[in-house]
């Protein structure tokens, strides 16, 4: 377990490089000054932007040179994804400069940047499902014959044949439909990489795929390398960073860090500069935990998501999970709900084996959940705030099947009151209210149904930080109380100052176990990834 | 502080627009009725006499009953297109009971046309919510076979001489009220009362609304879903019932086109055919719209071919005036 005296480290960092004027960027790291113009791919310096006056960028930079892969790292928020989208054209910088070989650009468009060779492979995987791996490729820019046909026998040739320089092992007439999801993420790649671009951008490219995969991809990255190709590579998999990526660059809340050669630092250092600060200025949260078992958990599976899960959770206890995107804490916690059906696995709550086949089971025996996505799982976007809570608990609000509108109204306005909930009524639509508030009548619906487990997955995405605060006053009254909290995040500061304990996934199996007041950014990072 | 002002002097007047909005997409289809109704009521001298008014609904009490069912339908956000040969199946069914020299007491035919009208809209229903086959290609299905079967009951021929009891179903009067008329507000209230005041109207919503986000809140969406369909095919069958009774003999093509009228009631009332957002009352007053038009035309004379056009115009209208109300904010 590493020493927390690391993150004392980052600060003196940080502060001297905000600091450096924008004249001696080129001196920011030793190397630089060596480069000389012809190598140098990108240049972006001094990149700004705001969201309707929200800065998410302050001071982005990078430096790319021919036959590098480029590491750009940085924690959730750290300005990455704004970074990229201004590369790509998606976004106009509010000021900043961006030097593309040489030449000072400002792309209107992403059909710009692809024009002059500048290509991303992005998270969000975009397949035709039910067209040819082939027709997939080459969508949009199709070979023709006679002007009018297209030419599909050239296709699938031109494909089969990039499929083979890369070492893909893909069927190019095959659908997409047919394809793993680890498949037709490199299917995305290899579209990336047929547009012949000198620059490269890949998105958390390994975040879907299996190890064998990552190692023929990583294979390909290489001989794109020996081309001359320059390949800016965004991961938290710290593992494929320094195996793949030769120099790196650090964002931290929207700025440029550091940057400098992989061969100079190691992974902790990495990890201090990524996490920057200590973000523990909320009080430290003191464990309720009784030590009584609230829910045992034993050889959960679900073949192909999470393998052999199993935990203990006790009375006034908050457990974290955490892990990286796909890593199985998502899907664990829709089989232990009973949303997903599970292939293995027994529950027992309060020391009762209990069998949970569907929500209402969960339901039934306490357990109630906050789900990811609170627009796309969560909430009844068409129906009033009032609708939403008493949702899950309309039978404690009717009598023979009537509901009391009376009991509903005064139970709404409490709960509107009791988590601050900012809405002019009961009534309007929960659509017209903000993130943090939506996100809160999510929990005021668990909380009708008087649950004794709260399962939390990312319960405070993109929510104001004051919101955020009371989700985890909240969930610190809950536990109090004598109940129990599973609550999964990917926002390391969070679960480290609200878990009592912290279990982490890696590729849906749990990786280890870390006691919350002593576990550090690093050492979850370095289970995880 | 005084972002916290801001925000809050931004939802209000939010809060404001939203009203305004709420009292539009209220009452606006309201407003449209009683504007069509003050036009026809200059148009032709006879169209606010008692006698054509009581006309009218019980000409709108047919389409009113089939749009009631089929308001949940398209509640949980599905479809059924059956609905017109599910008609014509029970009718010819119920007719078949009643006809002849010994004909059965109606309570058997009303319960026999229910009966099969529910049986086929559970066949609907367990496909569709159980085996997750789309609503349109089920019902689209299923109009064809209830129309062969149909057609096989009764050989093709209309069922006539059906017992007087029987026929006061379609053409007799309570206090000076047609029992049809009756009926349909007794379906009315009790569609008007269960999806506002019970917890299974609260999931028809919740279903439409997000199928996900009712399924995590323990809310047995797959049944919820089946109960519409049923719901819409036994009311198919009350409504095929009704028509037999008041056509004196059943006829095996009757229903031809029922259920796209039953869908133009709802979608005028501003009902959202993605499911989650409407209410019998608009149904109720998009029925009426659909009566008032083509019984006012009928009166000043124009040719059903004008008709049909027209009807089919002010569909598209009412949608085209509700998605850009709903498009604004």
Not at chain 1, 8 to 17: F, I, S, Y
Not at chain 1, 439 to 453: D, M, N, S
Not at chain 2, 255 to 260: A, D, P, R, V
């Amino acid at each position: 377990m590493a020493e927390p005296a690391s993150l004392g480290e980052g600060k003196p960092e940080q502060a001297h490089h905000v600091l450096v004027p924008p004249a001696s960027i080129s001196q920011t790291t030793p190397d630089d000054g060596a480069v000389n113009d012809a190598d140098l791919l990108l240049a972006a310096t001094s990149i700004s932007k705001a969201f309707a006056g929200v800065p998410a960028l302050v001071d982005g930079r990078i430096r790319l040179k021919r036959g590098s892969v480029h590491a750009l790292c940085g924690g959730n928020g750290a300005g990455k994804s704004t970074f990229l989208n201004i590369l790509m054209g998606l976004h106009r910088a509010d000021a900043g400069t961006v030097m593309v070989k040489g030449r000072v650009v400002h792309y209107a468009s992403a059909a710009e940047a692809l024009a002059d060779g500048i290509a991303i492979i992005t998270q969000e995987l975009s397949p035709v499902l039910d067209m040819t791996v082939a027709e997939n490729i080459y969508l949009g820019r199709e070979p023709r014959r006679m002007g009018w046909f297209a030419d599909k026998a050239k296709m699938e040739a031109d494909a089969t044949a990039l499929f083979a320089r890369l070492g893909f092992d893909i069927d190019a007439r095959v659908t997409m439909r047919s394809l793993s999801v680890a498949k037709i993420q490199l299917v995305e790649i290899a579209k990336a990489i047929s547009r012949e671009s000198d620059i490269l951008i890949m998105d958390e490219p390994t975040s879907a795929i299996g190890e064998k995969e990552a190692a023929t991809l990583f294979k390909a990255i290489r001989s794109l390398q020996d081309q001359g190709v320059g390949i800016i590579y965004v991961s938290h998999r710290l593992t494929d960073i320094f195996s793949i990526a030769d120099s790196y660059t650090v964002f931290r809340d929207g700025r440029f860090i550091e940057a400098g050669d992989l061969a100079n630092i190691d992974r902790q250092r990495l990890i201090s500069l990524i996490v920057g600060r200590d973000l523990r200025d909320q009080e430290a949260r003191k464990s309720t935990s009784t030590g009584q078992s609230m829910l045992s958990v034993s050889g959960f599976a679900r073949h192909g998501q999470f393998e052999d899960i199993s935990l203990d959770l006790a009375k006034g206890e908050i457990l974290g999970l955490y892990g990286l995107m796909g890593a199985g804490r998502s899907e664990f916690a829709n089989a232990l709900y009973g949303n997903e059906p599970k292939d293995a696995g027994t529950v027992r709550i309060e020391g009762k084996p209990v069998e949970i086949r569907s929500p209402s089971d969960a339901l039934a025996n306490g357990i109630a959940i906050v789900t990811e996505d609170r627009k796309e799982t969560g909430l009844v976007l068409t129906s009033s705030v009032s609708e939403n809570v008493v949702l899950a608990a309309l039978d404690q609000f009717s009598k023979l099947g009537f509901v009391d509108g009376k009991k509903v109204a005064s139970n709404v306005d409490g709960q509107i009151a009791r988590f601050r909930i900012r809405t002019a009524s009961r009534d309007l639509p929960v659509q017209s209210l903000s993130g943090g508030n939506q996100q809160k009548v999510v929990l005021a619906r668990c909380v009708e149904t008087e649950p004794k487990i709260l399962i939390c997955d990312e319960p405070t995405r993109g929510i104001d930080e004051g919101a955020k605060r009371e989700v985890y006053a909240f969930l610190s009254a809950f536990a109090a109380a004598g109940n129990s909290v599973l609550m999964i995040s990917s926002e390391i500061p969070e679960i480290l100052a609200n878990a009592d304990r912290i279990l982490v996934f890696r590729r849906g199996r749990i990786a280890g176990e870390l006691e919350g007041a002593k576990a550090t950014q690093e050492a979850l990072v370095h289970l995880a990834s | 502080m005084s972002t916290e002002l801001t925000t809050n002097a931004i939802s209000a007047s939010a809060a404001r627009s939203q009203a305004v909005g709420r009292f539009l997409s209220r009452y606006g289809i309201l407003l449209s009725f009683i504007i069509l109704v003050v036009i026809l009521s200059f148009a032709h001298p006879n169209f606010l006499s008692s006698g054509n008014l009581m006309n009218v609904l019980r000409q709108v009490s047919i389409n009113g009953i089939l749009a009631i069912g089929m308001t949940f339908v398209i509640l949980t956000g599905g479809i059924d297109l059956s609905i017109g040969s599910v008609l014509a199946l029970t009718g010819v069914v119920a007719g078949s009971l009643v006809t002849g020299a010994d004909p059965y007491n109606p309570a058997i035919a009303f319960f026999a046309a229910v009966g099969v009208g529910a049986l086929f809209g559970a066949v609907n229903g367990t496909l569709i919510a159980r085996f997750s086959v789309p609503a349109f290609v089920v019902t689209l299905g299923m109009l064809s076979m209830a129309r062969g079967a149909t057609l096989l009951y009764s050989n093709g021929r209309p069922i006539p001489n059906l017992s007087p009891d029987f026929r006061w179903l379609g053409q007799g009067f309570v206090a000076g009220i047609p029992v049809p008329v009756i009926i349909f507000a007794i379906v009315f209230f009790a569609a008007w009362i269960t999806l506002r005041y019970t917890v299974y109207g609260r999931w028809i919503y919740a279903v439409g609304g997000n199928v996900k986000s009712a399924k995590t809140s323990g809310i047995p969406t797959r049944t919820v879903i089946f109960s519409a369909y049923l719901l819409m095919g036994a009311l198919a069958g009350l409504a095929g019932m009704i028509l037999t009774a008041r056509t004196t003999s059943a006829l095996p093509q009757a229903g031809l086109g029922y259920e796209l009228d039953a869908i133009a009631a709802v979608v005028i009332g501003g009902t959202s055919l993605t499911g989650g957002v409407g209410s019998v009352v608009y149904t109720l007053i998009g029925a009426l719209i659909i009566g008032v038009i083509s019984n006012g035309l009928d009166l000043m004379g124009v040719s059903s071919y004008y008709q049909q056009i027209i009807k089919g115009a002010i569909i598209v209208v009412a949608v085209l005036i509700d998605r850009s109300r709903n498009m604004n904010p």
